[in-house]
DNA sequence: ATTTTAAGTCAACACCTGTACACTTAAATT
DNA sequence: AATTTAAGTGTACAGGTGTTGACTTAAAAT
């Protein structure tokens, strides 16, 4: 209180165990199997702690998923917010901003793993959490949309399909990316190119789109 | 050789174990958790049956798994025969599609949550196997695609990327389906027509498109 | 009727798992 | 300088794991 520190961080005598600990993780979902597959021990182990000292930062693993979970959106939805604050879209941002989103997954490879592995095989609580940020990122893109006049005339709930189906896309063309290894760079243009062809697509199918039944 | 008999099946005392270990681990994948993370203890004992007794019938659990996955898909590749046999596409033809395609879904959600599961987070062998059935599942779309006149002018390649786009769409909402609880019956109709609304979309994409840059 | 064999059981093994508890130590607080 | 406390270590235990080998049994083949 009356020193100017206010309760700081207090170092032990080695103290990056925690982020130690969050590497290895990543380390092993890379290289191993899905985080919901590792066990505590051999976390620790790649770790180069006790297991025992574990639980002097998480109290069991779910707490570390769901600490890897947020350490993965956080920057991403930083990202995705620059992106959006470009101009109205047309055919030559929307190159961009695949361009800038795919060179992000591959910069961060190993938590995009992470979340793509959970997405269908974690726990409960890691999908709902997991699906909860991907409907955010859909909320988002609709809000974008609602803002661009040529789509004044598309209701709410069709902006947010459309939405839907733009992530649908680029969480599925995510997962395909990984799974190329991460020399295969003609690979990764591949899937770069179908992703803007298939954009395109959708881009022009919203032009298409009028909203008939609903309240516009 | 003597005998009419071609060495057929062999009844033991009790011959059913073999659809008992595989009932019993789509049984486990439903309410407990992927199939990579069961073990063969507790699948040998939902089915009623000793660990060792398992060795009579699988070599090891992946062997398990890659029979579950034939089972997966041979019965669905059958029903999508079926479904790609009707006339040319329309509106009307679409929406029945989906509706028996999700029936299917519904149907058999052991499976599709198997498959689901693995498709990110089980082993290398199982997740090329998964992705190798559903490339399968875009290159007859496509193939389909092309005997529509309306798609002569769209080269081989876009095709295949029309193809992907709704293939990857349809994956996800299967996914979102299989989140739903079995009862949540408005929730699967909303999927169901959102699912209609994001193909109808494509499908006037699709009508806007010109192969352009590539060989017609 | 006898033999062969597929399909089941039982006991045992070496290993890995999460976690409780007592102990140490170095940094921060006082 | 003394004390408190966060962060590390080591030991131990009960329970789950895959897999082995030897044994049993009933059905099929002879």
Redesign the interface.
Known sequence: MTKETTSRSRKPKRGQTREALMAAALELVVKK??F??LSLREVTKKAGVVPTAFYRHFPDMSALGLTLLDESFRTLRHMMRQVRQEELPNERMLRGSLEVYFNYVRNNRAHFLFV??????GTPTM?NAI?REIRMFTNELAMDMARFPFLNHVNAE?LQ??A??VV??V???T?EML?LEEIDETGQQEVLM?AE??LR?????????RSDKSSS
Chains 1, 2 share one sequence.
């Open positions: 199997a899905p919901s597959a793509s592995k959970e997405l269908a095989g999908r699906r069709d399909m459309m839907g189906l649908n896309n969480t599925a063309l997962q799974e179908t062809k298939q697509l959708i881009y022009f199918g919203v032009g298409m789109w």
